[in-house]
């Protein structure tokens, strides 16, 4: 143990004071560092807090208006998640050892969290009372603070110095995640918070300031953890089956679709609609792309191949913007799409019949989703949307990357098009959408998008925001791709037309994923803009976390008033946003490390 | 009878013209080689035969079809013609064994069992079965270079190009790459090597060109060329590199 201080001792001083200049360095940057940082170490320090105006809001930062009766519906999406997150960790990564020393470094990591947030915890709690005084309750004594302090330091002590001991065992990673969740849901059954609530004449009163936490929450979290554990097992257990990896991933594509139109939305369904519009247009594409799997060797339409493409394109064209309904012009679009796929795939009968499954497959699946997505909700909220704070967040930055990403893709490979019409419509959408400012297109999309569409279509603000949001970081995402293809050299071309590859496999097997590659960290960039950048569609009146955190919150004064209590939001809505944006940035670089294996 | 025919081809790239009249046929099972001074035309002239590049006058016919721009056309020749390049162009982001099964699940519809013992028959032939789960940056340039002649030869094509296929390499891998060349000669694939390796030359070729200044000098059978060249400009060439 002496050998270990002495060792850092002597570490510490080799790398701070190794010579006069550094060790003035030193001295010099600790001094402004604290100066800096003292206005924030104050309010970390003193008992002036009042995080209250978080913890009881926190189904406001959520969910904003979402009627409680309802909220069954917000657990099962949260619930789903955690679910597919199960199967994910069981069939991908059940076999992950993690080694001693980073298990020890984590929960050095983790005691040091807890220590900051048993430092910077309030120790009393003001209410304002029924007559206007103020009443001030201790919720977090100094025994208490002192009694988690010390032996949390004490843990971290040991867990840091084991390290340096020759200790060598490996955990299975998964046994981490569990007991990283496991600790938080179990808290929930023993921590008390102060709460706030209304008697039943709706006057304000101050209940025990110490309240266990309620059923509605920790109820919901220990369902979900016990049903995510059963997921992991089931998720070795189906880790044998063969193609499970791409059901697994295309599940994790349409859970955010399925949660919006479905889950979230509680869609009205209208079966006069579903039997005399969606069967219909159901039926007479799934003929079409059976039609087109059937005869696309047929040698007279193999000859007229090309000309039915630009007709069938055409059409989407025309059909999007015509009174038609929603799905009819998403089939349209799809069947375009799809016809382009058919003839490079569909060459053998077992090719044949597997087209024909995935053709059937995405009709059901897109009927069933636009059905939810396009009827009318059955949560009735104050206000024009169900979406408000963390899901409306949510709701922007994956559809916002759903869309935009593809149109980015679409876009980059138009602008280095040899046909200068798609190459000159590509770069107008691109230079167009960039040099306007974002906000601009958020009052666009609110006030005069409608002008622009055809007479008769109409869509909900969100959507609209989406549709300009897509196109904005569409364009900025084209660019980023852009110059991911200028970095593939000549020669990948080349060799890939030498072995007689088509353009289109061309692009999507070789050129693509090698410029994708490229491009991951701006890419990824791209996307925590536009995920931070949502934040802006509180100009045009849409309430998202941020807005929550600073306009609503802040300007409440029932049941308790937190008028005044920016500080303690605007930390929180900082903390939200930055574990969000650094776990993707994180992601970003283990991906990149994993692609990154052939260049070495 | 002749698999390649090519009838007065003309190139030019912008003003300057590559090829100048380049008429020549080629049999089923023959290796010709074509050797001349950089920028001659030698590179252009077989990247030409797989439309890599666009020749302006001129018949080029593969294998009986003719060259035209037809998009089929050119996918059927380039099919039935394999290539090697003097920089490889391996697919970095795949491995070894996905390098060479890609054309044959993709372009000829195979399945994947088929192709992967295709492609481990072939990396067999090359030299190098233990490689085949490598990305193509973890191996040499030699090993590199004969992946890519697998690659190409998992396309069972009736013609293989050489394009400088040893300029890149190190003197000690060139040899490992003429082997299997040497090899592939000897079971009659036809072949047209452009390459400065004057011992491969003599050794397997059935023909050797020189080529200078965009157009075809000499066409020789390699005693011939080497011993007794006709034209005063291969005369020439033979003293500067032997």
Redesign the interface.
Known sequence: MVDLIKKNAKSLQESLFSSVGSAVLTIATTYLVINFFRGMLGFALTSDKDWLAVLNNMQLYMVQAYPEEDFIRVWLSVGLTFVLAGLSIGIWRSDDRVKSSQVFNSFFKGGLGVLFFTIIAPTNASFMGNDGSVITEEVFSMDTRLGILIPVAVFCVIFFSIRFINVKFTVNSSDMVFFYLFIPVALLWFVKLPTIQLDQNNERIIPDPVMPIADTTKIPWTVIFVSFLVSYFIGMYLKSIKSIKSIMSLSWFLLPLLIFSWIFKKPQIDMSVVLGSDLPIFGVFLLWGFLVITFVNNSIFKKYYSTYLGVTFLLTLVGVFSGLPMLAKTCLLLIALFSVVVP?VS??SQ?KRSLLIVWAVALVTLTFLLRGGASDTGIVVPGSSIFGGFSLTWLLAIFGTYVSFPLGVLLALGRNSKLPIIRIVCTGIIELTRSVPYITWLFFASVTLAVFLPAGVEFNLIVRVLMVTAFFSGAYFAENIRGGLQSI?K??Y?????????PF?KIS??IM??AL?AVIPTLVSSAITAFKDSSLVTIIGLFDFLTIGKTVIGNQSIPVNFVGHDRENLIFVAIVYWIFTFTLSRRSMKVEKK?G???? | MSIIQTKDVKKWFGDFQALKGITMDVAEGEVLVVCGPSGSGKSTFIRCI???EQHQEGQIIVDGIELTNDLKNI??I??E???V?Q?F???????VMQNIT??QI??R?KNRAESEEKAMELLERVGIPEQAQK????LSGGQQQRVAIA??LA?EPKIMLFDEPTSALDPEMIKEVLDVMKELAKSGMTMIVVTHEMGFAKEVADRVMLFDEGMLVEENTPEEFFNNPKSDRTKLFLSQIL
């Open positions: 490079a060459t053998s090719g050299p020669g990948q080349e060799a890939a037309d030498a072995i007689g590859m088509s496999q097997l070789i994923p090698q590659r692609l294996l052939g260049e070495r | 797989n439309r890599l996918e059927a380039r099919s013609v394999g290539m390049f920089s162009n391996l697919f970095p982001h795949l491995t890609l054309a993709w372009v519809k990305f193509p940056g973890q690659r190409a396309m």
